[in-house]
T-cell receptor
Framework: SAVISQKPSRDICQRGTSLTIQCQVD?????MFWYRQQPGQSLTLIAT?????????ESGFVIDKFPISRPNLTFSTLTVSNMSPEDSSIYLC???????????FGPGTRLTVL | AQTVTQSQPEMSVQEAETVTLSCTYD???????LFWYKQPPSRQMILVIR??????QNATENRFSVNFQKAAKSFSLKISDSQLGDAAMYFC?????????????FGTGTLLAVQP
């Protein structure tokens, strides 16, 4: 498995501002993912964060709104830009352990946009 | 496109009893992975159990076991000797085998309550 931390754990932000969420893993991993969980909903993949190249975004998510960085094999950031109340969600990062094709999740960041 | 369906929004079980959570999925692939995740109120996603589609034997992890019916595209989770700590949202998830993406496709979840 992997130990994953996220910062911040929660935040309350004003409309129109941006928030950057950090994800740190205790070991080097190839695959990192960012998911969104809207209130009372399931998880939806935003993008796959690739080290050394641009992130791969899922349909309905764009780089201008959710820019992602992946500077090394243990760290990634997700920025939620120009926020609106509809962005209020839990944002989770996950990593995949290639040896057994399992994904492990960070504790999530609860974002509230006023 | 692959989809995952959990038809039970909520379930309840008495402590020490057994409960089964249902999951069906749709895919045209023959090789893939299936998972059950647990999300307690702390919101931490915890991997409960996994199943490889090419394995006929059902996976088991202590009190948790699955009934994998590949032809029926069904993947149910059985929790035996339920404990209060099992109360959580349970998500079924599908992962393609190889390909361009390793993303997990989640069902809508089943909220499990455990009654003392």
């Amino acid at each position: 498995s992997a130990v994953i931390s996220q910062k911040p754990s929660r935040d309350i932000c004003q409309r129109g501002t941006s928030l950057t969420i950090q994800c740190q893993v205790d070991s080097q991993v190839t695959m990192m993912f960012w998911y969104r969980q809207q209130p009372g909903q399931s998880l939806t993949l935003i993008a796959t964060a690739n080290q050394g190249s641009e992130a791969t975004y899922e349909s309905g998510f764009v780089i201008d709104k959710f820019p992602i960085s992946r500077p090394n094999l243990t760290f990634s950031t997700l920025t939620v830009s120009n926020m609106s109340p509809e962005d209020s969600s839990i944002y989770l990062c996950s990593v995949e352990i290639l040896a057994n094709n399992e994904q492990f999740f960070g504790p999530g960041t609860r974002l509230t946009v006023l | 496109a692959q989809t995952v369906t959990q038809s039970q929004p909520e379930m309840s079980v008495q402590e020490a009893e057994t409960v089964t959570l249902s999951c069906t999925y749709d895919t045209s692939e023959s090789d893939y992975y299936l998972f059950w995740y647990k999300q307690p109120p702390s919101r931490q996603m915890i991997l409960v159990i996994r199943q490889e589609a090419y394995k006929q034997q059902n996976a088991t992890e202590n009190r948790f076991s699955v009934n994998f019916q590949k032809a029926a595209k069904s993947f149910s989770l059985k929790i035996s000797d339920s404990q209060l700590g099992d109360a959580a949202m349970y998500f079924c998830a599908y992962r393609p085998y190889g390909g361009a993406t390793n993303k997990l496709i989640f069902g809508t979840g089943t909220l499990l309550a455990v009654q003392p």
